[in-house]
């Protein structure tokens, strides 16, 4: 079975600081790993992912995530937190097409 | 433009009264899916499809039928909706060999 925990429902930074949001996974393979994020009543963005190539994974808007696959981690991270990164983060994985599995959700809180 | 749409967007009704919510997608995607998000929860899937006439139950799949008459449409049926199906839901495609998924704007359900 796969899983993924997010470490923490809630993180508040300060603006132009860095954005660390903590992801742990359990697969008993190979998984492929992504990160989504939702804005205030929008839709679902996917942000980056990892498929097994370079684990060091570069998304849109400056996010990048790293694949530890000996801590079973991926966290997701920016150097410099903008306001409009405000929103809610999803880190997800999945073993096969369309089996994804949600973390329950990081709530980033910007402050300026 | 490539996209998955929804409809409605929002929808208010009583407990008992049949609902259908659509799903459609434009790039002709095997793999369809539907998901529910509870705050706290993460995004939980409901019921997904394959491809046409090919349908299974994912992790919360009670009080909810769907059907894949056509490649393009996979609508999600509440037969007799209660207040526990209040909630947000999500659709989202994705092609037979690729992980990621496409995901709809969201359909807000309230069950009075």
């Known amino acids: 079975a796969q899983s993924v925990t997010q470490l923490d429902s809630h993180v508040s930074v300060s603006e132009g600081t860095p954005v660390l949001l903590r992801c742990n996974y359990s697969?008993?393979?190979?998984?492929?790993l992504f990160w989504y994020v939702q804005h205030p009543n929008k839709g679902l963005q996917l942000l980056l992912k990892?498929?097994?190539?370079?684990?060091l994974v570069k998304g849109i808007n400056g996010f990048e995530a790293e694949f530890k696959k000996s801590e079973t981690s991926f966290h997701l991270t920016k150097p410099s937190a903008h306001m409009s990164d405000a929103a809610e983060y999803f880190c997800?994985?999945?073993?096969?097409?369309?089996?994804?599995?949600f973390g329950a959700g990081t709530r980033l809180t910007v402050k300026p | 433009e490539a996209q998955v749409t929804q409809n409605p967007r929002y929808l208010i009704t009583v407990t008992g009264k049949k609902l259908t919510v659509t799903c459609s997608q434009n790039m002709n995607h095997e793999y369809m899916s539907w998901y529910r998000q509870d705050p706290g929860l993460g995004l939980r899937q409901i019921y997904y499809s394959m491809n046409v006439e090919v349908t299974d139950k994912g992790d919360v799949p009670e009080g909810y039928k769907v059907s894949r008459k056509e490649k393009r449409n996979f609508p999600l049926i509440l037969e007799s909706p209660s207040p526990n199906q209040t909630s947000l839901y999500f659709c989202?495609?994705?092609?037979?060999?690729?992980?990621?998924?496409?995901f709809g704007p969201g359909t807000r359900l309230t069950v009075t």
């Open positions: 997800v994985v999945s073993l096969q097409v369309g089996d994804m599995r």
């Open positions: 990892y498929t097994s190539a370079a684990t």
């Open positions: 989202a495609s994705s092609a037979r060999d690729i992980y990621e998924q496409y």
């Open positions: 697969s008993s393979y190979s998984p492929s």
